[in-house]
């Protein structure tokens, strides 16, 4: 909350050979009071009452962490999103009461009623989901962060889930009864209606997997990670635990590859044999339920001694895991290690220099991830949306990606596919997209690629999308030693048709396009860069030819033509480069004529600067005139000299 207060954390996690820190910046969603609101400089969420100065907490941390290698991880509460209502602080949700979710009792209540002590969003929303989501895309795309990591991204008590405002068609329970063809309200023990709330929650894990990646930043890959449910033992079969009861299936989004890292919240007291037992059990099970991914162990250092925080930080390295996170930085040190049900904790900054020697000699490297680098990845995603033909997104249609099991799309038309087999060349798959009563696309040609996100977007029963460019060729001629500013076209698709989803290749070592790759929806005009790199090529004539590709497309491919010839520099004065100086020479000069001072800004003016400067006047004339060798004769190279 303040620059002391950062400036001591990172010190902290030095003295403690730490190499992350996932730092709380959003318990709340509205302004009513200290710890509510952002802490970093949100257009989303109210800045946090209680930051002292005119600080941006999450940037300075960023910069003082990241100078010691240590990375940052953004901790954000889910949906909690207040305290206290009226809602305060935060217009847009304060404007959309229908957001929230309230127990059943509760639908259409005014005031709208909490769940629990909280007001809490309602996770079925696809307005809800594309709210937060843009919180992620705002955090990732302005801070070098490392994590984005999720908390309470379940339910907290089993008669939730309904909706404040039982005329909202965009609630969860709307989605759920037109998926289902139901009209009734499910009650809290309907199991349709129990695996649909958990759906909602895995719609927003799933939907991070993609947007957080396809933001390319310079700090990717970003960890994707999740606090989740490890109370009591763990259950042999995952769906007889707390965190399934509660909505939250972490056992599917790590198996899905959808997030890096899971992060049991495994809050043991180490002197109690009975949860020490549990301890390792819920380590051991994260060993086994992390999939593909990595498994960050959580482990209480308030509930515990300082030995005893260590010995279980070493349970989890020795039983593989690839990481051990303590919580809390304050909360360091049982105050007893007596079985009584009382855990009075201090805050005991000696803890830092303690576990320093105990488990790390120092900070260990970072864990990398190879899913996400396509050097060592073997596997990639494709994304992308489904509308209709008004171009409206598509609720619970089925998109199926060959070999991979099929996927339905949330209620903002979004589907992802993870763990696609892939190169980094890239793997051509064929995609069908359907709904029922809407429509069917089988597309031919998308591409995965390992350790990376490729987007593909359907609009079902639209026409045969048309690649539409605004230019097909660029043609330039410069001397020998200039250089080329960069050209750019634009691609979309022909009116009311469906999404572009091109590609883009060219033939040519000397050009390249960015980006190569991407979709075109509706008006949308995609603006591609055509970027030059001429060092090492000679005087003379080039051609190449930019390939756009859209197997699903009616005119697939287009291209865009590139010619370039580059000429042996004139001699000074000669303007017109028929290697004399002369009249028709001095013509041009005076067509360039500015006087002294003022800038000539035409690019056809540029070689008639002779002394250099931006203008052209009485000096340039004077140079001209040495530089004079008449109609038909040969100038000279060193005129200026």
């Given at each position: 909350?303040?620059?002391?207060?950062?400036?001591?954390?990172?010190?902290?996690?030095?003295?403690?050979?730490?190499?992350?820190?996932?730092?709380?910046?959003?318990?709340?969603?509205?302004?009513?009071?200290?710890?509510?609101?952002?802490?970093?400089?949100s257009a989303i969420v109210p800045r946090a009452s209680d930051i002292v100065g005119s600080?941006?907490?999450?940037?300075?941390?960023?910069?003082?962490?990241?100078?010691?290698?240590?990375?940052?991880?953004?901790?954000?509460?889910?949906?909690?999103?207040?305290?206290?209502?009226?809602?305060?602080?935060?217009?847009?949700?304060?404007?959309?009461?229908?957001?929230?979710?309230?127990?059943?009792?509760?639908?259409?209540?005014?005031?709208?009623?909490?769940?629990?002590?909280?007001?809490?969003?309602?996770?079925?929303?696809?307005?809800?989901?594309?709210?937060?989501?843009?919180?992620?895309?705002?955090?990732?795309?302005?801070?070098?962060?490392?994590?984005?990591?999720?908390?309470?991204?379940?339910?907290?008590?089993?008669?939730?889930?309904?909706?404040?405002?039982?005329?909202?068609?965009?609630?969860?329970?709307?989605?759920?009864?037109?998926?289902?063809?139901?009209?009734?309200?499910?009650?809290?023990?309907?199991?349709?209606?129990?695996?649909?709330?958990?759906?909602?929650?895995?719609?927003?894990?799933?939907?991070?997997?993609?947007?957080?990646?396809?933001?390319?930043?310079?700090?990717?890959?970003?960890?994707?990670?999740?606090?989740?449910?490890?109370?009591?033992?763990?259950?042999?079969?995952?769906?007889?635990?707390?965190?399934?009861?509660?909505?939250?299936?972490?056992?599917?989004?790590?198996?899905?590859?959808?997030?890096?890292?899971?992060?049991?919240?495994?809050?043991?007291?180490?002197?109690?044999?009975?949860?020490?037992?549990?301890?390792?059990?819920?380590?051991?099970?994260?060993?086994?339920?992390?999939?593909?991914?990595?498994?960050?162990?959580?482990?209480?250092?308030?509930?515990?001694?300082?030995?005893?925080?260590?010995?279980?930080?070493?349970?989890?390295?020795?039983?593989?895991?690839?990481?051990?996170?303590?919580?809390?930085?304050?909360?360091?040190?049982?105050?007893?290690?007596?079985?009584?049900?009382?855990?009075?904790?201090?805050?005991?900054?000696?803890?830092?220099?303690?576990?320093?020697?105990?488990?790390?000699?120092?900070?260990?490297?970072?864990?990398?991830?190879?899913?996400?680098?396509?050097?060592?990845?073997?596997?990639?995603?494709?994304?992308?949306?489904?509308?209709?033909?008004?171009?409206?997104?598509?609720?619970?249609?089925?998109?199926?990606?060959?070999?991979?099991?099929?996927?339905?799309?949330?209620?903002?038309?979004?589907?992802?596919?993870?763990?696609?087999?892939?190169?980094?060349?890239?793997?051509?798959?064929?995609?069908?997209?359907?709904?029922?009563?809407?429509?069917?696309?089988?597309?031919?040609?998308?591409?995965?690629?390992?350790?990376?996100?490729?987007?593909?977007?359907?609009?079902?029963?639209?026409?045969?999308?048309?690649?539409?460019?605004?230019?097909?060729?660029?043609?330039?001629?410069?001397?020998?030693?200039?250089?080329?500013?960069?050209?750019?076209?634009?691609?979309?698709?022909?009116?009311?048709?469906?999404?572009?989803?091109?590609?883009?290749?060219?033939?040519?070592?000397?050009?390249?396009?960015?980006?190569?790759?991407?979709?075109?929806?509706?008006?949308?005009?995609?603006?591609?860069?055509?970027?030059?790199?001429?060092?090492?090529?000679?005087?003379?004539?080039?051609?190449?030819?930019?390939?756009?590709?859209?197997?699903?497309?009616?005119?697939?491919?287009?291209?865009?033509?590139?010619?370039?010839?580059?000429?042996?520099?004139?001699?000074?004065?000669?303007?017109?480069?028929?290697?004399?100086?002369?009249?028709?020479?001095?013509?041009?000069?005076?067509?360039?004529?500015?006087?002294?001072?003022?800038?000539?800004?035409?690019?056809?003016?540029?070689?008639?600067?002779?002394?250099?400067?931006?203008?052209?006047?009485?000096?340039?004339?004077?140079?001209?005139?040495?530089?004079?060798?008449?109609?038909?004769?040969?100038?000279?190279?060193?005129?200026?000299?």
């Open positions: 909350k303040s620059a002391t207060d950062i400036q001591n954390l990172v010190q902290r996690a030095v003295d403690g050979h730490y190499n992350a820190i996932v730092i709380e910046v959003m318990g709340y969603q509205d302004g009513s009071g200290a710890g509510h609101g952002a802490y970093w400089n600080i941006d907490p999450l940037g300075y941390l960023c910069q003082l962490a990241n100078a010691q290698g240590i990375q940052v991880h953004a901790w954000l509460v889910t949906y909690r999103a207040a305290s206290t209502w009226p809602f305060s602080g935060n217009p847009y949700l304060a404007s959309h009461p229908e957001f929230f979710m309230v127990p059943r009792s509760g639908i259409d209540a005014d005031p709208v009623w909490p769940v629990g002590s909280d007001y809490v969003l309602d996770p079925g929303s696809p307005d809800v989901q594309e709210y937060l989501i843009g919180i992620v895309r705002e955090l990732v795309s302005n801070y070098p962060i490392k994590g984005i990591n999720w908390d309470y991204i379940r339910y907290t008590q089993i008669d939730a889930g309904y909706p404040a405002r039982s005329s909202y068609n965009n609630s969860g329970l709307k989605r759920f009864q037109r998926i289902y063809n139901r009209s009734d309200i499910p009650s809290t023990s309907d199991s349709q209606w129990n695996d649909f709330r958990r759906r909602e929650i895995d719609e927003l894990v799933r939907r991070c997997r993609a947007e957080i990646a396809s933001i390319k930043t310079s700090t990717q890959p970003i960890i994707l990670s999740a606090d989740v449910l490890a109370t009591g033992s763990a259950p042999a079969d995952f769906t007889s635990s707390l965190a399934y009861r509660y909505y939250q299936n972490w056992k599917l989004w790590a198996e899905s590859g959808w997030l890096d890292a899971v992060i049991p919240m495994n809050y043991k007291r180490e002197h109690c044999s009975d949860q020490a037992t549990m301890f390792r059990s819920w380590v051991n099970a994260a060993m086994t339920w992390r999939g593909p991914r990595h498994a960050y162990c959580g482990q209480a250092t308030y509930l515990n001694s300082f030995a005893n925080s260590v010995t279980q930080m070493q349970y989890i390295v020795s039983a593989g895991a690839q990481g051990a996170i303590n919580y809390s930085y304050v909360g360091t040190r049982a105050n007893e290690t007596i079985c009584d049900g009382s855990d009075p904790w201090s805050t005991d900054w000696g803890w830092y220099p303690y576990v320093a020697g105990s488990v790390y000699a120092s900070a260990a490297t970072l864990p990398t991830l190879p899913w996400r680098d396509p050097a060592t990845a073997t596997e990639g995603t494709i994304w992308g949306r489904v509308l209709n033909a008004s171009f409206q997104p598509v609720d619970d249609a089925s998109v199926t990606v060959f070999g991979r099991p099929t996927v339905k799309t949330d209620g903002n038309g979004y589907y992802v596919v993870t763990l696609v087999p892939a190169t980094a060349g890239g793997v051509l798959y064929a995609v069908t997209a359907s709904r029922s009563g809407v429509g069917t696309i089988n597309y031919p040609g998308a591409l995965a690629l390992a350790g990376d996100i490729t987007r593909y977007d359907f609009a079902l029963g639209a026409p045969t999308p048309q690649i539409v460019l605004d230019t097909t060729s660029f043609n330039h001629t410069i001397d020998l030693g200039q250089t080329l500013p960069n050209d750019s076209f634009s691609i979309a698709t022909a009116s009311g048709c469906g999404p572009v989803n091109y590609r883009i290749t060219d033939n040519a070592a000397w050009l390249s396009v960015s980006p190569s790759m991407g979709t075109a929806v509706g008006a949308e005009q995609d603006l591609i860069a055509v970027n030059y790199a001429l060092d090492g090529l000679d005087v003379g004539s080039y051609a190449a030819t930019i390939t756009i590709i859209d197997p699903g497309a009616s005119n697939s491919p287009r291209t865009v033509a590139v010619t370039l010839d580059i000429l042996t520099p004139p001699k000074p004065g000669d303007f017109d480069r028929d290697d004399d100086v002369d009249v028709v020479d001095y013509g041009y000069l005076q067509a360039c004529l500015t006087g002294v001072g003022i800038p000539q800004t035409n690019p056809g003016c540029e070689n008639v600067k002779m002394d250099g400067d931006n203008d052209v006047d009485e000096v340039d004339v004077q140079l001209f005139i040495n530089c004079l060798s008449g109609p038909g004769v040969s100038s000279s190279a060193n005129c200026l000299n």
